[in-house]
C-alpha cells in the first residue's frame, strides 16, 4: 500500500515536477515563500510563485573577492552555494522605523504612534545548513538574554524552513570546521536532498517538524528506500570533503585572547578598506543603530532602526573621538567576537562557516588565512609585550 503521510523524521522522495506541490501548499497556509532566483548576474532570494522561479541548471564560483554564476551541466535547481544575501534580511531587516510622532502644529504636544503593522509569514526555500545554524543563533540573541526582540520572535517564529542540503562546496566554504554543515541537523520543518543522476531527478525529504508533516500530506511522494538514503549520504561526505577552506578551532577563544597584539593585525590593517561587506553579508552579525528623523515643518517625526558595523567609526564613538579608530583595531573587534567572545556571550561561536566574508571582501581578506597565519607564527601575545618594553 503506498504510504500516503510521514511523520517527523521520516524520509519520502518527491518528483521535480511534483515539487511545485510544495510550494502551492506553502502558498495555500498563507505564507509568503521566499527562494532563490537570478537576478543582477547573482542569486538572490526573493519571492518565488513556481519552481520556474528557481536557478534551475545555475551555480556559482566563488573565492576570495571573486563572485561568477556559470552553466551547470545539469537542471539542479539548488546547484549553488550562497547567496550574497543571508535570511536575516527578512528575520532581521536592514532597515525598520520603530515608531513615529505628529502633531497638529507647534503649539500642539506629539502623539507617539508605534508600529503594530501585521507581519509577513515567510515560508524560506532553499535554506542551507550553516544558514540554520546562523538562524539559530541570531534567535539567541535577539530572544533568550532579559532583552527580547519582539519583531524578530515573531517572523522566526511563524516562519516555515524548507532546507536543502549541499550537493557541492564552495571555494570559500568551510562549514564543516565550524561543524554547522554541509548537512542539516535541526532547525527545519523539511530538508531536501536534490538526488540528479542518468534515471531521475528527484528530492529526498526529511520531516522536521509536526508543520511539515502538515505540508507534505499536500505533496505528492513515494516512501524513500535505503538505497536513496546511501545517496544521500555519499554527497554530504563528498561535499565535507571538497570544502574550500578550512579552520582550525582547537582552543580558539583562548587563542584569540593570548594573540591580541599579535603583528598579524596589523598586516591585515594594511589590506582591510573597513568597507563593512564582511558584516553585511555575515548571516549572524546583528549590530545596529538608529536615528531620527523629522519633516521640515518639525510636526512629523520617526525613529529608525538600520544596520551598523564594528568597522564603522561612528559605531565606537564615544565623547572624544572613536575607541577604535585603527582598522587593525576594528578587524581585530570583528574577529576576536566572532570566534572568541562570542563564546563568551552566546555559548556557541558566531562563525558557521558559510564564507561569506572572504568572497565579497573587495581585498580577498579570508578569515581562516588569518587563524591560520597566527597558529603558523611562533610569536605570542607574551612575546611581542615583552620585546615592546626592552
Request: proline fraction near 4%; hydrophobic fraction near 35%; charged fraction near 25%.
Amino acid at each position: 500500500m503506498t504510504q500516503t503521510t510521514l511523520r517527523v523524521n521520516e524520509h519520502g522522495l518527491v518528483q521535480h515536477a511534483d515539487l511545485q506541490h510544495l510550494i502551492t501548499a506553502l502558498h495555500d497556509k498563507g505564507y509568503q515563500v521566499i527562494g532563490p532566483t537570478l537576478q543582477d548576474s547573482a542569486v538572490v532570494y526573493d519571492e518565488i510563485d513556481s519552481i520556474a522561479d528557481l536557478p534551475a541548471g545555475w551555480t556559482d564560483e566563488q573565492d576570495g573577492g571573486t563572485y561568477r554564476l556559470k552553466r551547470r551541466d545539469d537542471a539542479a535547481l539548488f546547484g549553488y552555494t550562497n547567496s550574497p544575501q543571508s535570511w536575516k534580511k527578512f528575520l532581521h531587516p536592514p532597515r525598520r522605523r520603530l515608531w513615529q510622532a505628529q502633531r497638529e502644529d507647534a503649539e500642539s504636544d506629539f502623539v507617539f504612534m508605534p508600529e503594530n503593522g501585521t507581519l509577513p509569514r515567510y515560508a524560506f526555500l532553499g535554506v542551507r545548513a550553516c544558514e540554520l545554524n546562523a538562524i539559530a543563533i541570531q534567535n539567541t540573541v535577539f530572544t533568550k538574554g532579559p532583552f527580547i526582540d519582539p519583531m524578530f520572535k515573531a517572523l522566526h517564529d511563524a516562519a516555515f524552513i524548507v532546507a536543502v542540503n549541499c550537493i557541492q562546496a564552495g571555494g570559500t566554504c568551510f562549514c564543516a570546521s565550524m561543524d554547522s554543515g554541509p548537512h542539516a541537523q535541526s532547525g527545519f520543518d523539511l530538508a531536501l536532498t536534490e538526488l540528479i543522476d542518468a534515471d531521475r531527478h528527484v528530492f529526498l525529504v526529511e520531516v522536521g517538524s509536526r508543520r511539515g508533516a502538515e505540508i507534505m500530506e499536500q505533496v505528492p511522494f513515494e516512501p524513500a528506500q535505503e538505497h536513496d538514503l546511501a545517496a544521500a549520504r555519499r554527497i554530504e561526505s563528498a561535499v565535507a570533503d571538497d570544502m574550500g577552506r578550512t579552520m582550525d578551532t582547537t582552543d580558539i577563544k583562548q587563542f584569540l585572547y593570548d594573540n591580541v597584539n599579535h603583528p598579524r593585525w596589523d598586516d591585515v590593517a594594511n589590506r582591510c578598506l573597513t568597507c563593512s561587506n564582511c558584516t553585511i553579508v555575515c548571516p549572524t552579525c546583528f549590530c545596529t543603530t538608529v536615528e531620527d528623523v523629522t519633516d521640515l515643518t518639525g510636526n512629523q517625526a520617526e525613529r529608525w532602526q538600520r544596520w551598523d558595523s564594528c568597522f564603522t567609526l561612528d559605531f565606537a564613538y564615544i565623547h572624544g573621538g572613536s575607541v577604535r579608530a585603527l582598522a587593525r583595531d576594528r578587524y581585530r573587534q570583528w574577529m576576536t567576537h566572532k570566534l572568541a567572545s562570542w563564546i563568551d556571550q552566546f555559548d556557541s561561536s558566531g562563525c558557521v562557516g558559510c564564507g561569506r566574508c572572504i568572497t565579497w571582501c573587495p581585498v580577498g581578506i579570508d578569515i581562516t588565512e588569518e587563524v591560520h597565519a597566527m597558529r603558523e607564527s611562533d610569536t605570542t601575545s607574551a612575546e611581542i609585550s615583552t620585546l615592546n618594553m626592552v
